[in-house]
């Protein structure tokens, strides 16, 4: 099908971030080297072009970084909540005035669509500190004992799908709870937690309470074995989950995982069928499918399945995929080109398997990692695409009957992240919810969050929450 | 008969102690035994010494019995566990026996034990319907939509009982996994089993239905490494594990990432938090647009 509207490019400017040719560690209030004098490089997905060279932490580096948090503990943790709570609002603050900044630099380092770092990555980010600024003198109401203590050095690793935004989820409550933080982002997407390094700097946040600490995998794996530490946090793939699991066992540090998912969206016969495929698209193509909790499984009833399915296809073409810093794009690039080999693989599995692909027309830049919205119809309960997690624009099409086929089915993963409900019905709505187990149920609706909406997964989606009252418990000594 | 013959103390009949799996009494499949002694030593039973095979026997029998005891009403599952107090109370003298014996306690001491157990069950009887409004409620956001928490059970939680405080403490464990509805497969502490194999004889009657507590008693390693393993164990509580058993089972559990609540030191007599409900619970969260009325659709 041919777009029905062709639109002028329309590219966000990119003459709003400066990105300087180099970064360090930030340790103990410093940038510094790394220990071993490794150096990284950082790529932007859509254009492959190089944005910046980023020292590499090391188990040295993690140490170093560790005794800063230790030290600067004592007296963050001494501080009256007041005074924390003021750091945070003005982190928060001076995050919504350099927004338009920081939502460029994710746009350019991550590969998303600007339209997204612009109107939700970086309002969500924003109003995650705030929250939490908002709690740290409050913490004796929060129904953890009148007087919660910090459980200490917190050692966070995030992903590299929702950068600034894991980084907020998992700093806000930290400080706000009087913990410090070594925190370890995604090696494809160190940029804006290196940004956010000089917010701390802007804001006067005492030196050591945050440590950043770009690296791989053997720098997250060091810092969550670290002796010192008393607190691991992590968002990523189950396995890795499972792997830091394994390494915190017989140990005293308190452990929250949010990992991977495989959500399925329903849709029921009765469901407003636009508003159903608006919530469809946006369930697996927001952020490219680089989501864990995306709508990656179309439970659909059967009757109503090739008028749901013409919709969504007319819908899928008029998607506009291309420069993530034109505001016209919808989708934008793959994080890198090990995930895209992921993608692929797993698509190219779901043909094998006897599963029916489709595209829309679409043409893929010349230069980046990019992967055109698919989905797959004829799709079983036993095919690969319909139990991996394949974090890719990629939707998987099943059928159902009744609402006992369809909430069995949706159950029948290893995951339990989020779920979609589309019905007019109301007490089928709550039927099916409670029958879900899932730790996020959005009906006639999909992928809304909110620092007040508490957001973790039943089963090997993780546990722990992380947002709402219910997010301050991972970092306190309850 | 002669009236003088010399009085005869009656013998007593002795009690054949079996697991309690599916609402029913099995002994073990294994068809082995282990003696279980008094404190000072003395015989008292010869108890099942449960094998693999029994473990997953339980975890069949615990999953199978977790949707109708999770879906069942708070205020139901209340009465329930309120009934459990009250069938043991009826049991008091019994289990004040079973107590002393088991762990060297006078008769007054044992009372205390027993009587703090019963009223544990009653602490926890008035817990059920009280939790999800402590814990749970409506979240705030910033949008158009109505947001709602709620705690669910976390599913089919293995519960190692405390080896020492073999009955209070067994209670203090079992009974807030099972609150919230979850169901449980326990294991009672290795050395003093028999209280806990007795309390399975309370559960059958006191409306819990069959598999929501399954009790095991037998070697304590040999049965929780098979459930720590288990892909449909949802979550461990090792309260009774030593420290080196304790590692070994949290490490087999991230294979399926159980929640694990790690032993530490409790004062079973003291009064319980929150913690051991909140250990076995699930936050679910469900969004729905509220839809909006103009500004002038209320003037008051």
């Known amino acids: 099908m041919a777009s029905a509207f062709d639109y002028a490019p329309a590219p966000e400017s990119r003459a709003v971030v400066d990105i300087a040719p180099s970064y360090g560690l930030f340790i103990d209030g410093e940038f510094t080297e790394a220990a071993a004098g490794k150096v990284f490089k950082t790529v932007s997905p859509s254009t492959e072009e190089v944005l910046s060279e980023v020292a590499q932490a090391g188990a040295e580096d993690v140490d170093r970084a560790v005794k800063a948090a230790r030290k600067a503990f004592e007296k963050w943790s001494a501080l009256p909540g007041s005074a924390r709570a003021k750091y945070l609002f003005r982190i928060a603050r ?8 920081l939502a460029v630099l994710e746009t350019l380092d991550n590969g998303k669509p600007i339209k997204e770092t612009r109107d939700a990555d970086l309002p969500l980010v924003a109003a995650h500190f705030f929250y939490y600024a908002g709690w740290a003198d409050k913490l004796g109401h929060a129904g953890f004992g009148t007087d919660p203590r910090p459980l200490g050095v917190a050692g966070q690793v995030i992903p590299w799908n929702f950068p600034l935004l894991m980084l907020a989820w998992k700093i806000a409550p930290a400080l706000a709870t009087g913990n410090t933080v070594v925190l370890k982002p995604a090696e494809t997407t160190p940029l804006s937690a290196l940004f956010f390094a000089d917010i701390c700097r802007q804001a006067g946040l005492p030196k050591g309470v945050v440590n950043i600490l770009p690296g791989y995998g053997d720098a997250g794996a060091a810092l969550v074995a670290h002796r010192d530490v008393n607190k691991v946090a992590f968002t990523g793939s189950t396995n890795v989950g499972k792997e830091i699991a394994r390494t915190v066992a017989g ?6 995982l949010e990992l991977g998912g495989k959500g399925a969206n329903i849709v029921f016969d009765d469901a407003p069928i636009d508003q159903a495929v608006e919530g469809i698209v946006n369930g697996i193509f927001f952020n490219q499918g680089q989501v864990c909790c995306a709508g990656s499984r179309l439970l659909v009833q059967e009757s109503i399945h090739d008028e749901l399915l013409d919709s969504l296809k007319r819908r899928l073409s008029t998607l506009r995929l291309g420069d993530p810093l034109d505001k016209n794009t919808d989708i934008g ?11 692929t693989a797993l698509a190219e599995q779901g043909e094998a398997e006897g599963a029916e692909r489709w595209s829309p027309a679409c043409e893929l830049p010349g230069s980046g990692y990019w992967f055109a919205p698919t989905l797959f119809t004829n799709v079983t309960q036993a095919h690969t695409i319909a139990r991996d997690e394949i974090f890719g624009p990629v939707l998987s099409v099943l059928t159902f009957r009744t609402p006992d086929e369809a909430v069995a089915k949706a159950n029948n993963t290893a995951y339990g992240l989020s779920a ?17 187990r899932a730790g996020v149920v959005w009906s006639n609706t999909f992928n809304k969050f909110d620092p007040t909406s508490p957001f973790g997964g039943f089963k090997e989606s993780g546990f722990g929450r992380e947002g709402g009252r219910h997010g301050l418990e991972a970092y306190l000594d309850v | 008969m002669s009236e003088k013959s010399e009085k005869i103390e009656r013998l007593s009949v002795f009690k054949t102690y079996k697991l309690y799996v599916g609402g029913k009494f099995p002994r073990s499949e ?7 002694t008094d404190s000072k030593g003395n015989w008292l039973a010869n108890a099942p010494q449960s094998s693999r095979k029994d473990a997953r026997d339980a975890v069949v029998a615990a999953r199978k019995a977790f949707g109708g ?16 107090a009250e069938m043991l109370e009826g049991r008091r003298e019994q289990f004040v026996r079973e107590v002393a014996d088991a762990e060297g306690l006078s008769k007054s001491k044992a009372a205390a034990v027993v009587d703090a157990a ?13 939790i999800a409004q402590v814990v749970g409620g409506a979240n705030p956001v910033a949008g158009p939509f109505f947001n709602l928490s709620s705690p669910e059970p976390t599913g089919v939680v293995a519960v190692l009982a405390p080896r020492e405080s073999s009955f209070l403490g067994l209670v203090s464990v079992v009974a807030p996994v099972i609150a919230t509805g ?3 497969v326990v294991i009672a502490s290795e050395e003093a089993p028999l209280p806990a194999l007795s309390l399975g004889e309370v559960l059958a009657t006191s409306d819990v239905p069959g598999g929501v507590v399954n009790v095991l008693s037998g070697r304590t390693a040999e049965i929780a490494t098979p459930l720590a393993a288990h892909q449909d164990v949802n979550a461990i509580d090792l309260a009774g594990a030593d420290e080196a058993l304790a590692k070994e089972l949290e490490i087999a559990a991230a294979d399926n990432l159980k929640r694990v609540l790690r032993p530490q030191p409790v004062d079973y007599f003291g009064t319980p938090g929150t913690d051991r409900l909140t250990a076995f619970l699930e936050t679910k969260t469900v969004w729905h647009p509220t839809g909006s009325l103009g500004a002038s659709g209320s003037s008051y």
């Not at chain 2, 294994?30 to 279980?36: I, K, T």
């Open chain 1, 94 to 101: 001076i995050i919504q005035e350099r927004s338009r900044e």
């Open chain 1, 251 to 256: 140990t005293r540090k308190k452990l929250t």
């Open chain 1, 333 to 343: 690039a793959i994080n890198s080109a090990e995930q895209l080999a992921r993608i």
């Open chain 1, 420 to 436: 979609g409900i589309w019905t007019e019905k109301g007490s089928r709505i709550l039927a099916v919810a409670g029958k879900l």
């Open chain 2, 30 to 36: 294994s068809g082995r035994v282990y003696e279980v």
């Open chain 2, 69 to 84: 005891w999770s879906g069942a009403t708070a205020y139901n599952r209340g009465q329930v566990l309120y009934r459990v």
């Open chain 2, 118 to 130: 019963i009223d544990r069950w009653v602490w926890y009887a008035g817990w059920t319907d009280k």
């Open chain 2, 182 to 184: 979850n169901t449980a």
